[in-house]
C-alpha cells in the first residue's frame, strides 16, 4: 500500500489520504471543490463546484501515475438530485471513457458544498 499526495489538490481534512495505491488500483478519497491554492471553497454554483473536485481528481490520479481515463468506478455524491443534469454535463467531459457509476443524493457534504466525486482506477 502507498499514500498519494499532490500539493495540487486540496489537503486532507481529515485522518485521510488523498488516495491509496494498492494492488495496481488507486482508490481515491471523495474530492470537493475546495481550490487547492486557497485552501477554500470558492465556487458556489453545481457546475462550478464539479469542475473543480474533477481538476482535484485529475490531479490525485496523476500524482499516483494513473488518469481519469483509468477509472473503472465513480462514486458521486450530491446535495440535490435536481442537480443530476448539470452535474452530468460536466462530468461527462472529463469522464470520457464512461467508468461504471453510482450517484446519490445526501442530506449534507463537508463544507456544505455540492458535490462530492470519489474514484477507483488503474494505476
Known amino acids: 500500500m502507498e499514500k498519494v499526495y499532490t500539493k495540487n489538490a486540496p489537503d486532507a481534512i481529515g485522518p485521510y489520504s488523498q488516495a491509496i495505491k494498492a494492488n495496481g488500483m488507486v482508490f481515491t478519497s471523495?474530492?470537493?471543490?475546495i481550490n487547492p491554492a486557497s485552501g477554500e471553497v470558492e465556487a458556489t454554483t453545481i457546475e462550478a463546484?464539479?469542475?473543480q473536485v474533477c481538476t482535484n481528481l485529475k490531479n490525485v490520479l496523476e500524482a499516483a501515475g494513473s488518469s481519469l481515463g483509468k477509472a473503472v468506478k465513480?462514486?458521486?455524491?450530491?446535495?440535490d438530485m435536481g442537480d443530476f443534469a448539470a452535474f452530468n454535463a460536466v462530468y461527462g467531459k472529463y469522464f470520457t471513457s464512461k467508468p461504471a457509476r453510482s450517484c446519490v443524493a445526501v442530506k449534507t457534504?463537508?463544507?456544505n458544498v455540492l458535490v462530492e466525486v470519489e474514484v477507483?482506477?488503474?494505476a
Open 109 to 111: 457534504l463537508p463544507k
Open 49 to 51: 463546484q464539479t469542475e
Open 120 to 122: 477507483i482506477a488503474e
Open 30 to 33: 471523495g474530492q470537493i471543490a
Open 74 to 79: 465513480t462514486v458521486c455524491f450530491l446535495a
